[in-house]
């Protein structure tokens, strides 16, 4: 019946099925376990009529031209620049940490000096990983880097990840390195916007096509399933000799047949609020106090006329496979070894395409979700 079966109806599951249905005139079946299609981009009006991401922000930014042109096929959008601010010492200042936040956090003398050392050494505009600066041997460098690492990383990835910084992947603090500019917004993409009436309606669009049948509230286990000796795949007990574009768990599709690939997850909780506003901006993090790491308000980022506001708390957690949402893969050189044997077998599928944040185990951001999978369907599925 079908040439293609993508498990998964997120960014990158949606994004491969619209071009097979548009440009390859092909029938595709999409399935999908929740009830809904957009996987984590998935958003909603709520009661207060304020649209809100039922997974947690998801704030769109890139450089890629490609990418915001292909998406604007089906959206259009609003200028959006994030911004966050960290409660550091009861006082909320910008991130990331930047020059002015230096004069937010310190006295204007000390402040100064810092200045000039940080431009003595690095470019106006350069970003520098925090476990970059932390091998300064400038004393006031140093001083300057141990504040930072103390302050702004060490406490919330503790919450975050369950780790010290220096025990993960550096490329995961180097996202919100310390910035050598005044500029305060958390991006500095050429691209900042969010969809004029949200993500969800940007998956109604894509997937709205004859070709294009979608089944929810399914676990792909009912009808798939993999045979490891003879390499291949079987779709409701027949071999099935299509393509198939699998989004989930890599190690859930392998049955963890080398163990449980580590993510984490998180418990999210909404408030509704009797207020016009809660915060200045769209998402204030909090390293060192409570439990949760950020605060986010929706009406920040799509402004609605409310006399209510409605307010996000993200409580950082370990990952049980059937409790909980895997929504980060634990990037640490074990986990990537792990990770690679799993792609190794993969690999031994002929008609097996791996592509997303779970699939191929990697800290996609949307724009890089887009952008794999236009490139996947161009390499690998047409
Ligand atoms: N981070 C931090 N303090 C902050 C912001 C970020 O320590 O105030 C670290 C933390 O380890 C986090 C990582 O930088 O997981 C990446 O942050 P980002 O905001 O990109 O995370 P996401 O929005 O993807 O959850």
């Not at 990835?157 to 369950?162: I, L, P, R, S, Y």
């Not at 200045?280 to 980022?301: C, G, L, M, Q, S």
């Not at 370990?318 to 799993?342: G, K």
């Amino acid at each position: 019946m079908f040439d293609y079966v993508i498990i998964g109806a997120g960014l990158s599951g949606s994004v491969i099925a619209e071009r097979i249905a548009n440009v390859l005139n092909q029938k595709v079946l999409i399935i999908e376990k929740r009830n809904h299609i957009g996987g984590n981009c998935y958003d909603y009006k709520d009661e207060n009529n304020i649209i809100i991401h039922k997974y947690g922000p998801h704030l769109f930014h890139t450089d890629y031209k490609e990418v915001v042109d292909y998406l604007s096929n089906f959206t259009d959008w609003e200028i959006y620049h994030h911004r966050v601010l960290a409660f550091i010492d009861g006082k909320k200042v910008p991130i990331p940490f930047n020059l002015n936040t230096l004069y937010e956090v310190f006295p204007k003398t000390l402040a100064e000096k810092l200045e000039r050392k940080l431009l003595g050494k690095y470019q106006y505009n350069s970003k520098v990983p925090i476990l970059d600066l932390l091998k300064e041997e400038d004393q006031d460098l140093k001083f300057l880097a141990n504040y930072i690492y103390e302050k702004v990383f060490k406490n919330y990835t503790a919450k975050q990840w369950g780790l010290k910084p220096e025990e993960i992947d550096p490329q995961v603090t180097a996202r919100v390195p310390i910035y050598i500019s005044r500029d305060n917004r958390y991006f500095t993409d050429k691209y900042q916007a969010v969809p004029k009436e949200g993500y969800t309606k940007i998956f109604e669009r894509m997937l709205n096509h004859p070709n294009i049948k979608i089944m929810l509230n399914m676990d792909f286990k009912e009808v798939l399933s993999i045979d490891l000796e003879s390499k291949k795949i079987y779709f409701m007990g027949q071999e099935f000799k299509g393509k198939l574009i699998f989004t989930g768990p890599i190690d859930e599709l392998f049955e963890y047949k080398f163990g449980d690939l580590p993510y984490r997850s998180l418990d999210l909780k909404f408030e509704r609020l009797n207020m016009e506003y809660f915060q200045e901006v769209a998402t204030v993090n909090y390293p060192n106090d409570y439990d949760f790491t950020r605060i986010t308000e929706f009406k920040h980022i799509h402004p609605t006329k409310s006399e209510k506001t409605t307010i996000l708390k993200e409580y950082p957690k370990a990952y049980q496979p059937d409790r909980d949402i895997p929504y980060y893969p634990v990037f640490t050189r074990e986990s990537q070894e792990l990770y690679n044997r799993y792609k190794e077998d993969a690999e031994k599928f002929e008609n097996l395409i791996l592509v997303g944040r779970l699939a191929e185990y990697k800290y996609y951001d949307m724009d890089d979700i887009v952008e794999r999978a236009l490139e996947a369907f161009e390499k690998e599925v047409k």
